[in-house]
């Protein structure tokens, strides 16, 4: 009991709640608790009300990470996380998009609020826009920051710029040329519904695994789609 005390009190738990904590998770009361006892106590289905929230933080069983979205956050994370750096340089050192990678990091690009302008030049109003070149450079140089990894695990989802789930959702259904197209640009390559194989799966995890597409697209994909699921739940949360 005293080293639970002890450990507790570090974390800024009062000596009577961390002795209350003990009691509570001392099932048979045989003055010790063994692990499993501890386990089940505290990450069984009712977190007992007496863990102060500093410990729920610790370790993971606060209402916030238990959450539906806490749950989406924590998946985002891994699924950044899964992606090793060489990873990410494997597809930024590419002289073209891989398969399924340009949608992902335009949507990418559009959580984090680092999507291109995608204006044509004040002397060619009339040119027609590369939206896959501007994208794919962009999202290189993006890529290429020393804390890209970091900010994406560390990311807040309360910082999604207004209107990016809606063009994420048109993104998911069309691509980002189709999209684009929607939006009044002059694209370069026009999107033509009959040819799309991909409509309304161009951001699917599932669907993106399936066409061969490398090991960072797949966890930027996850990213995005859990990212999403966050900020969609955040939203309705607050409605």
Same mark, same amino acid.
């Given at each position: 009991?005293?080293?639970?005390?002890?450990?507790?009190?570090?974390?800024?738990?009062?000596?009577?709640? %961390?002795? $209350?904590?003990? /009691?509570? *998770?001392?099932?048979?009361? =045989?003055?010790?608790?063994?692990? #499993?006892?501890?386990?089940?106590?505290?990450?069984?289905?009712?977190?007992?009300?007496?863990?102060?929230?500093?410990?729920?933080?610790?370790?993971?069983?606060?209402?916030?990470?238990?959450?539906?979205?806490?749950?989406?956050?924590? %998946?985002? $994370?891994?699924? /950044?996380? *899964?992606?090793?750096?060489? =990873?990410?340089?494997?597809?930024? #050192?590419?002289?073209?998009?891989?398969?399924?990678?340009?949608?992902?990091?335009?949507?990418?690009?559009?959580?984090?609020?680092?999507?291109?302008?995608?204006?044509?030049?004040?002397?060619?109003?009339?040119?027609?826009?590369?939206?896959?070149?501007?994208?794919?450079?962009? *999202?290189?140089?993006?890529?290429?920051?020393?804390?890209?990894?970091?900010?994406?695990?560390?990311?807040?989802?309360?910082?999604?710029?207004?209107?990016?789930?809606?063009?994420?959702?048109?993104?998911?259904?069309?691509?980002?040329?189709?999209?684009?197209?929607?939006?009044?640009?002059?694209?370069?390559?026009?999107?033509?519904?009959?040819?799309?194989?991909?409509?309304?799966?161009?951001?699917?995890?599932?669907?993106?695994?399936?066409?061969?597409?490398?090991?960072?697209?797949?966890?930027?994909?996850?990213?995005?789609?859990?990212?999403?699921?966050?900020?969609?739940?955040?939203?309705?949360?607050?409605?």
């Amino acid at each position: 009991e005293d080293e639970l005390v002890a450990a507790l009190s570090k974390l800024g738990v009062a000596e009577e709640d %961390a002795h $209350r904590m003990f /009691a509570a *998770a001392d099932v048979n009361h =045989d003055g010790s608790i063994q692990f #499993e006892e501890f386990i089940d106590w505290l990450f069984g289905k009712t977190v007992p009300a007496c863990v102060p929230d500093k410990v729920k933080d610790v370790t993971h069983t606060s209402d916030e990470y238990l959450s539906a979205k806490g749950q989406a956050l924590t %998946a985002a $994370r891994e699924a /950044a996380g *899964a992606v090793s750096p060489q =990873d990410f340089k494997d597809i930024w #050192e590419m002289y073209v998009p891989p398969k399924g990678g340009l949608d992902v990091l335009s949507a990418l690009l559009f959580l984090v609020d680092e999507f291109p302008d995608l204006s044509p030049p004040p002397k060619k109003k009339k040119a027609a826009i590369d939206v896959e070149d501007i994208v794919w450079k962009t *999202a290189c140089k993006f890529m290429k920051r020393r804390d890209f990894r970091f900010q994406l695990q560390h990311f807040d989802v309360a910082s999604v710029p207004a209107g990016a789930i809606e063009k994420i959702g048109k993104i998911n259904e069309l691509g980002v040329n189709g999209w684009a197209a929607g939006e009044g640009v002059k694209v370069k390559d026009k999107y033509v519904a009959s040819l799309d194989n991909y409509a309304g799966e161009h951001l699917s995890t599932d669907c993106i695994t399936a066409r061969g597409a490398p090991n960072a697209v797949v966890g930027l994909c996850g990213w995005v789609e859990n990212i999403k699921r966050a900020a969609e739940l955040g939203a309705e949360a607050s409605q």
